[in-house]
């Protein structure tokens, strides 16, 4: 299993980003997906999770209205839409097989300033 995330970077805040995950070594389109966030010295946040066909997802409070999770199963990635960002967003976005399995893609660093 391979997750490879992208799409990080410096934002103001009120900026927007989307982040990308592309999958291999699985069947992408038979497991649902999931992000999570980790900010330093905090543990892992599930920020946003999709099934297999996309048709429920699930957000916290902390980015429901904001954040978008959603997927193209024919090129086994999955994306986060990232609206009206907020410094409290500022963390590494991680991306999972699943929603809390051990298969984790490296991250990709979000830092918004104020």
């Known amino acids: 299993v391979q997750l490879v995330e992208s799409g990080g970077g410096l934002v103001q805040s009120g900026g927007s980003l989307t982040l990308s995950c592309v999958a291999s070594g699985f069947t992408f389109s038979g497991d649902p997906m999931s992000w999570f966030r980790q900010a330093p010295g905090k543990g892992r946040e599930l920020v946003a999770s999709?099934?297999?066909?996309?048709?429920?997802?699930y957000y916290p409070d902390s980015v429901k209205g904001r954040f978008t999770i959603s997927r193209d199963n024919a090129k086994s990635t999955v994306y986060l839409r990232m609206n009206n960002l907020k410094p409290d967003d500022t963390a590494v976005y991680l991306c999972n097989r699943g929603v809390g399995s051990p298969d984790w893609g490296q991250g990709t660093q979000v830092t918004v300033s104020s």
């Open positions: 999709i099934t297999v066909a996309g048709s429920t997802t």
